[in-house]
């Protein structure tokens, strides 16, 4: 069964760290960090409607002036969520440009900032129109570790430690159905509320026998049609896909169940490994992981794909060991 979204790593994995989603149906992307964007499109960065940033490490968000610079002057909402000081951050961002022409634009962009704290979810709002003033600023519950709930999607965010707080997160796409266009034309049935209704019973799992009334082109009467029916001829799945996406932290017993809570299952699970296995000296004092350690935790986890990344310039000759070795800890 396909998927309706599509993860790739924007960069190298010696470049910057960064993850782009695509959701196939839908003009809409998602974006984790905002390091290089350099090889993403300025039409793929118009169609982001949400960005999640683990920490403001220079590798993790010098993109937001390209996304900035992309996305001013459309109509458009744009939401970041980020850790402790995201709302400063992002503040001083826009306080380092004049903004005395925005009247001239028709159209103005609205950034939405959400810090997740432990204590919870701290909101604030900037809109072009007024200079990108901080404004609206309000707090919200952070239950469960959810930090969105969009029609299409949900995400969690996991404070992990890394000297300063930062973010880990597991986005899960909601299943949906579609309906075969071409096919629905060739069997003469009459597009109508009928179409959700069958896509409600498809999500709800009702029984193939369950029966549907489906009306015809050019015919007064309807006709009872099994559901099990409708769904072989007309109807494609797509179930949800989790993605996990975790950077820039220490291996240590808290941060280990944190993150195998949340990436917990995942099909396919983006994980840092800045450092070789024999480095793990090393990667406690900087506060990274191995890549043994990587692949521990996407076993613990009991994920389906493991991809590591974020390799430190160190090791430009390791490439292979990196996967190697995450991979001989996945597997076990
Ligand atoms: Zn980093
Ligand atoms: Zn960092």
Redesign the pocket.
């Known amino acids: 069964m396909k998927s309706a979204i599509q993860p790739a790593l924007i960069n190298d994995p010696f470049g910057d760290p960064g993850l782009l989603v695509h959701f196939l149906l839908q003009k809409r992307a998602l974006l984790f960090d905002l390091g290089d964007l350099s090889a993403v499109s300025n039409g793929t960065l118009l169609k982001v409607s949400h960005v999640f940033v683990s920490?403001t490490?220079i590798?993790?968000f010098i993109g937001f002036d390209r996304l900035l610079r992309t996305l001013f002057g459309h109509e458009k909402t744009l939401t970041i969520f980020g850790p402790k000081n995201i709302i400063q951050n992002v503040k001083g961002k826009l306080a380092g440009f004049t903004w005395n022409l925005v009247e001239q634009y028709s159209e103005s962009l609205t950034i939405e900032v959400v810090e997740v704290q432990e204590s919870g979810l701290l909101k604030a709002t900037f809109r072009a129109i007024e200079r990108f003033q901080l404004c609206d600023e309000r707090k919200e519950p952070f239950v469960d570790g959810l930090i969105v709930d969009d029609s299409a999607f949900s995400a969690r965010a996991a404070i992990l430690e890394?000297r300063v707080p930062?973010l880990g997160f597991a986005l899960e796409e909601k299943p949906h159905v579609n309906i075969d266009k071409d096919k629905l034309e060739s069997m003469k049935a009459e597009p109508g509320p009928w179409l959700n209704e069958l896509k409600q019973s498809v999500l709800r799992d009702d029984p193939e026998s369950a029966l549907i009334t489906v009306p015809f082109k050019g015919r007064s009467r309807t006709e009872d049609i099994p559901l099990g029916q409708l769904k072989s001829n007309l109807v494609e799945i797509f179930p949800g896909q989790k993605i996990g996406y975790v950077?820039?932290t220490v291996f240590n017993d808290r941060n280990r169940k944190k993150i195998v809570e949340l990436v917990k299952s995942a099909d396919i699970f983006f994980c840092e490994s800045p450092f070789l296995a024999d480095e793990e000296e090393r990667g406690q004092a900087r506060c990274h992981l191995t890549s043994r350690q990587a692949g521990t935790l996407a076993r613990e986890a009991g994920v389906k794909q493991l991809q590591v990344f974020h390799f430190s310039s160190r090791h430009k000759d390791c490439r292979e060991q990196f996967y190697n070795e995450a991979q001989e800890a996945f597997q076990g």
């Open positions: 920490h490490h590798d993790h890394h930062c950077v820039d």
